[in-house]
């Protein structure tokens, strides 16, 4: 249906779309490429229509033409192409008149460069659009053209062309959409397309063209791009440069044709390549066909520390098609100093991946401030370059940027003045992040200071003051709609100050909590849920959401906003699980590189060292399958890895435990939210229906000590039953509400004593419950579900049909049986999986007693256990065992080995919920992922 304000915007919409039909007839300006599909300068203007240019031999997605035509977009195409082919034409006719005027060059002594001399333009610039400027000589690898002017948003293109006319290189620049790069030499062929700048109205920008040894690359403010185009004819023919379209106030100041100097990614690539490759060396001479203790201790060492974190980096930068002065005074340090580079290796990934950014800016800071490279300082200074890596815009304009290093000297600053709250003195480099990347001014930052409400001005309150200051509000005073934007603030900065005084929904009200954090220490940032902005911050040593309404699964960080490993919120848990445990983080890092470095073999073994150090590094687990995916890695090798972590998981089930906890759950009524009963949090599990019931799976034997509910408000059961059940899945009842211990009478706690026997699946009916205080017609409620005791093996006969030498005697039937002889006294038999093998026991009928001797073990550590009778106790982890008989005219029925089985996926199951308990997200993507191991012995 038909809703207020669809005439209006019809009736805009269509006098736009006849202004924009008409441009087409009359040859203005038209960017055919804003829906995406078609560009100025693709070869499409060789033809006249679709159907033609897709019986070409040009590749066509390479132009993103999509199949099915977008009508609503562009509802006359073919008629597009072929008027838009005709601008083009006149685009290309030449004024000879200005072709006639050389331009004046002068050398700038300082620069060592050729620029030209600076001349009024009509637009106020002193470089002319349509103007030809000569290149003074041929173009050189490592020779750079630098394109400088003060920008307003328009569209413009620098163009390298031959004295013919051919463009060799079109640099096309499309405002909020995309950088076009392409040639007409020999022909219009398939573009390359890379992201648009980020330019800043009013603000000066500076475009650097590099030729390069096989294509030309470019810098959008010192800073490379990662697109390259390729030559398609050689630069000798390259004779002047041009400049398209421009207006709207756009204005090129200067440019600085190419010199004797040579760019500094030309210059310094080969020592930077060569450096990265004497590394690469020195690291596999230390770790290859090495033992786990010997690179365990290499990365342990200054050494070791050093050069794994120093390669990352350089690779790092690399990767984007960048480099670093390996001989500047202040990278130099960085990359020598064994705290500075593991603290810049180990506080989080780079949105954009521009490490040499990063590296630039901390470098600048260390050179402006020495005191930086160490203590706090030092941590803020990481902080920042890693932060400012990626632009960090002012949320009060948004086309302003936020100056990284200007904003590091205030920041040291007011930790002088003492102004933070403790997160800011004692978080590591990667919980700063998420301060000095605050997208509120100085100014801002002063004003909430001095503007919180004093029952909020501490570290446990501070983000929650925005449901006190903030008021939710559709429209402002004046009646105007929040979405219609900039006019709902009266088309004044969004500042707090704004938010405070007009009003916000959900995105300005969560915006204004994660500045009033940032102004007072406190990490915080923006995330996002199914129609909905909310936040998280760093409250009592933990993440928090506020502001939310759809928890943590469904959080992503907000866009602009830096994230490490993944962009879903639950991310920032788990990675602040490692910073806690920073220095067992660093080595499992240290690990995970040295790993590529060893013998395929060996690789398994030092990931999973790298796993156990600190299971809560992210990046260790998605190398993991690569290692045991190596046809050559011996079963053996990973099974005995894994005896430590399996050691520690049982006798971690030798403690007195909640049992319940993760365990699945089903429930007859409110089935969606039963995980509520068991889990660890405050949410509640309530039923509206007069009877409910509900059964937990312990998954293994257990015996219980006590139970403990929490009920919510005053909705408890007067009646109910628990019930246990056997290894057969029969239940039978064995507490009452008679048997409960009951404390207080609303949020109150029922305590039940534990009963003899081990149970499999416990059940609850209950009866009788009580209408909720809150109206949600609710009769019974639990807030916690808590079950205390102890888990046990559930022992089955794990040597059942697993290979052997003998199969009749683990086969299961009786009938078939093996005869010892002299020169066959013994079996074999391979568990496969890693088994705690309890005791094993021998069937036999005939002949002498004699003695039975078990060898039990993994790869060459064995442990062997003898016995007179048919069985004997074991009490080993094993993955094979031999039996030895030492009698006379017997005969063996059947031998059972009982015990629990682990299989590799299992193991790392375990080792995964017990890391990422508090991040339930992350350990839901783990398991997903380890369930996919095709290794699973």
């Given amino acids: 249906p038909l809703r207020p304000g669809i005439i209006f915007t019809m009736t805009l919409y269509i006098p736009l779309l006849l202004l924009t039909l008409l441009s087409l007839v009359s040859g203005d300006i038209f960017d055919a490429g804003d829906d995406g599909q078609l560009d100025d300068y693709d070869d499409v203007w060789q033809v006249e229509n679709i159907d033609d240019y897709k019986k070409t031999s040009h590749n066509f997605n390479s132009v993103n033409i999509p199949d099915e035509e977008p009508t609503a977009t562009v509802p006359q195409r073919d008629s597009i192409i072929v008027n838009a082919r005709k601008r083009r034409e006149l685009n290309l006719a030449y004024d000879d008149e200005w072709m006639s005027k050389p331009e004046m060059l002068e050398l700038n002594e300082d620069t060592d460069s050729i620029a030209l001399s600076e001349r009024e333009a009509s637009d106020g610039g002193t470089i002319k659009f349509n103007t030809r400027y000569d290149i003074p000589r041929t173009l050189e690898p490592g020779d750079f053209i630098e394109v400088i002017g003060t920008y307003k948003k328009a569209r413009f293109s620098i163009n390298l062309k031959a004295n013919n006319g051919q463009i060799y290189l079109h640099v096309d620049f499309r405002p909020s959409h995309t950088t076009v790069l392409n040639s007409a030499t020999p022909h219009w062929g398939s573009e390359v397309r890379d992201s648009y700048p980020t330019f800043s109205s009013g603000k000066e920008f500076k475009i650097t063209i590099m030729v390069d040894d096989d294509s030309y690359r470019f810098f959008f403010n010192d800073e490379l791009r990662s697109k390259k185009f390729p030559f398609r004819k050689s630069t000798d023919g390259v004779a002047y ?16 044709m190419p010199g004797d100097k040579k760019h500094e990614l030309y210059v310094n690539r080969e020592a930077f390549h060569e450096k990265i490759s004497e590394l690469k060396e020195t690291i596999r001479n230390k770790i290859a066909g090495k033992t786990l203790s010997a690179v365990m201790d290499y990365a342990n060492s200054t050494e070791g520390s050093l050069d794994l974190f120093k390669l990352e980096l350089l690779k790092k930068v690399r990767s984007s098609g960048n480099i670093l002065n390996i001989d500047n005074q202040e990278i130099s340090w960085l990359l020598n100093n064994q705290e500075a580079i593991e603290m810049f290796m180990t506080s989080g ?22 005191e930086a490279k160490e203590g706090l300082k030092l941590r803020l200074a990481v902080a920042t370059g890693l932060t400012f890596a990626y632009p960090v815009r002012s949320q009060a304009i948004w086309s302003n940027l936020i100056d990284g290093i200007e904003r590091y000297h205030q920041f040291v600053e007011w930790a002088k003045e003492k102004l933070f709250f403790t997160p800011f003195y004692q978080g590591t480099a990667w919980h700063l992040r998420y301060i000095v990347g605050s997208w509120q001014t100085n100014e801002e930052h002063i004003w909430a200071r001095e503007n919180i409400l004093q029952d909020y001005k501490n570290e446990d309150k501070v983000a929650d003051v925005t449901h006190k200051m903030v008021k939710y509000k559709l429209y402002n005073d004046d009646g105007v709609s929040v979405h219609s934007g900039a006019a709902y603030y009266y088309y004044k900065p969004i500042t707090l100050e704004a938010f405070h005084k007009i009003g916000a929904v959900c995105g300005g009200i969560s915006r204004f909590a994660v500045g009033m954090a940032q102004a007072h220490g406190v990490p915080a940032l923006m995330v996002g849920q199914p129609g909905h902005c909310a936040y998280i911050w760093y409250r009592r040593g933990k993440w928090v959401l506020g502001n939310d309404i759809s928890g943590w699964s469904k959080s992503d960080t907000h866009s602009y906003i830096q994230y490490s490993w993944k962009r879903k919120a639950p ?24 790993a590529r470095f060893s013998e395929p073999h060996d690789k398994f073994e030092v990931i999973e060292a790298a796993s156990s150090i600190c299971p809560q590094n992210y990046a260790v687990w998605q190398e993991m399958e690569l290692a045991l995916e190596e046809p050559t890695l ?10 430590n972590e399996l050691t520690s998981i049982r006798k971690a089930n030798l403690k007195k435990k909640n049992v319940v906890l993760e365990k699945p759950i089903s429930s007859d009524c409110n089935k969606g939210s039963a995980n509520r009963i068991s889990d660890q949090y405050s949410s509640h599990w309530g039923c509206g229906n007069t009877v409910a019931t509900f059964t937990i799976d312990l998954v293994q034997p257990c015996s219980i000590e006590e139970i403990k509910i929490n009920w919510w408000g005053w909705s408890k059961a007067s009646v109910y039953s628990i019930y246990a059940a056997d290894n057969a899945g029969s239940f039978t009842e064995v507490k009452t509400q008679k048997d409960e211990e009951v404390k207080g009478w609303f949020n109150h706690w029922s305590t039940i004593k534990g009963w003899s026997g081990k149970a499999y699946k416990l059940k609850m009916v209950m009866k009788n419950g009580k209408l909720d205080p809150w109206g949600y017609k609710q009769y019974f409620g639990i807030r916690q579900f808590q079950v205390f005791g102890f888990e046990h093996d559930h022992l089955v006969n794990v040597a059942l049909n697993k290979p052997s030498t003998a199969t009749a005697i683990n086969d299961g039937n009786d009938s078939t049986v093996w005869e010892p002889t002299v020169d066959d006294s013994a079996v074999e038999i391979d568990l496969q999986k890693l088994t705690f093998a309890e005791n094993v026991v021998v069937r036999k009928t005939g002949g002498s007693e004699g003695r039975i001797l078990v060898e039990g073990g993994i790869g060459s550590e064995i442990t062997s256990k003898d016995g007179s009778s048919g069985e004997v106790t074991f009490e080993k982890l094993i993955n094979k065992a031999l039996l030895k008989f030492d009698g006379e005219d017997f005969k063996v029925k059947e031998i059972s080995i009982l015990g629990r089985s682990y299989s590799v996926k299992e193991i790392f199951s ?14 839901e993507d783990l398991l997903e992922y380890v369930k996919n191991f095709e290794f699973d012995y």
């Fill in 349 to 370: 990934d780079i949105l954009n991946n521009n490490w040499r950014k990063a590296v630039e800016i901390f470098t600048e800071i260390i050179k402006q401030d020495p």
């Fill in 910 to 923: 375990i080792i995964i919920r017990k890391a990422y308990k508090n991040a339930d997200y992350v350990k």
């Fill in 241 to 256: 440069l041009q400049l398209f379209g421009g207006g709207n106030g756009l204005k090129i100041n200067k440019i600085n």
């Fill in 634 to 643: 011996p079963r053996d090798v990973v099974h005995q890895a894994l005896i």
């Fill in 571 to 594: 991310f920032f848990p788990a990675m602040d699980n490692a910073q806690k445990n920073l220095n067992n983080y660093k080595l499992s890092e240290k690990l995970r590189f040295a």
